[in-house]
């Protein structure tokens, strides 16, 4: 894969907003995950710097990933897209494969690389939305087209998002077969094409939940948490406990009572909760905008985008981040069923954070092809005179 070279004077100009957002992002969670986990860290592993140890390492790596996308010229994946969407494919294969694939709780959504582990749905969603932007650019004239425009289209992410529901991972097939969705919405496939696939998605998705007596379970606590704070709605409980008694300005920096074995997944799922008791309303405020700045940061990429393919890259990407985060952010308080999804960039956990650094730093090359063509006419008209 070729790298882009730099061109006129040598300096390319990408979107430092977008880059330092995604980096303090990175480094807040840094020392949430110490906070959150350091407890349970010496208690299990008798080191308390077990799992920020591992988050950091994974966050150096999710560094030379956001450089890495920065330098690769965007157009440079159309070749490779059918082989990236093969890789991600047999990823998601190979988590069922015994002594390959490792299981969590029941869960089989990991791989081993000799001493890390891999989360090959994360990677995943990344390839589903490089293929959808490349075949929505392609198609864009066909787009209203039953065959063309939604068939195709939804083979290939049902694929993915059925593999990914097998895990069994619920949250990232839903997040996913939004993603989709919103994607083909915005490329032009005809509304009532949409509207047959939320009926369908929504009805499936109706049935694994009456289905599976934990979901179900979930969506009962999540109506009532505190009719079922003891059982099924203890972590819902534990969460809306933490986030109250932080108050306005929280209790410290780590002065979590809730990290103390009272919430599970608090370094994980819930971290957001621990940060909330330990810095209050005004942190989440600070999350928050920050999430903001960088979605709104993506969104501007990609209508400024040089051409439909970078369009639609960009919006997938952006939505590869803000829509986990708004669902876990809506988890947590409540506002949503329980769901196992990681808040991007702060959640311990390293296929997340290099998967999100990944599409960051696409992002990124994709801003410094709209600096690119901006400037483009004028050098023309400097050349002519």
């Known amino acids: 894969m ?3 070279t730099e061109y006129a004077a040598g300096t390319v100009h990408y979107d430092h907003i977008l880059q330092t957002t995604a980096f303090t992002l990175a480094g807040l969670g840094l ?3 110490f906070s959150a986990s350091n407890v349970m860290a010496q208690s299990q592993y008798g080191d308390a710097y077990y799992f920020v140890t591992r988050q950091f390492i994974y966050a150096i790596l999710g560094v030379g990933a956001l450089w890495l996308g920065r330098r690769i010229n965007y157009h440079n994946y159309k070749r490779y897209v059918y082989h990236i969407l093969i890789l991600c494919l047999i990823g998601l294969l190979l988590v069922f494969v015994p002594g390959v694939g490792a299981r969590v709780r029941s869960a089989a959504r990991w791989v081993r690389l ?6 090959p749905s994360e990677f995943a969603k990344l390839g589903v939305v490089l293929f959808l932007a490349y075949s929505l650019a392609r198609k864009q ?12 289209h939804m083979l290939v992410a049902g694929l993915f998002i059925g593999l990914i529901g097998k895990e069994p991972d619920f949250g990232t097939a839903i997040t996913l077969g939004v993603i989709v969705i919103t994607m083909l919405f915005v490329g032009g496939t005809r509304l009532t094409h949409i509207l047959l696939a939320l009926t369908g998605g929504g009805a499936l998705a109706g049935l694994m939940v009456m289905k599976d007596p934990k979901k179900f379970a979930r969506f009962l606590s999540f109506i009532d948490p505190w009719k079922h704070g003891q059982d099924v709605g203890y972590q819902l409980k534990q969460s809306l406990l933490a986030i109250g008694s932080g108050g306005l300005t929280g209790l410290g920096p780590g002065h979590s009572r809730t ?5 599970p997944d608090a370094h994980t799922d819930f971290i957001l909760s621990i940060f909330a ?4 309303f005004l942190g989440i405020i600070l999350v928050m905008a920050l999430f903001l700045i960088l979605v709104s940061r993506g969104l501007w990429i990609s209508l400024r985008a040089p051409d439909s393919f970078g369009s639609y890259l960009a919006l997938g990407l952006t939505l590869v981040i803000a829509l986990p985060a708004a669902i876990n952010m809506g988890v947590v ?3 949503l069923p329980t769901k196992g999804l990681s808040l991007p960039f702060l959640s311990y956990g390293g296929s997340c954070l290099l998967a999100n650094m990944l599409a960051v730093g696409i992002l990124l090359n994709i801003s410094s092809q709209i ?4 400037k483009e006419p004028l050098r023309a008209v400097a050349g002519g005179q």
């Open 141 to 152: 004239e066909k787009m209203k087209y039953f065959a063309i425009g939604f068939l195709p």
């Open 2 to 4: 070729q790298l882009r």
């Open 259 to 263: 990290k103390l074995f009272y919430l």
């Open 31 to 33: 020392v949430v995950v």
């Open 277 to 280: 008791e330990e810095v209050g």
């Open 333 to 335: 308080s409540g506002l």
């Open 371 to 374: 600096k690119r063509a901006d």
């Open 114 to 119: 000799g001493p890390l582990t891999v989360q």
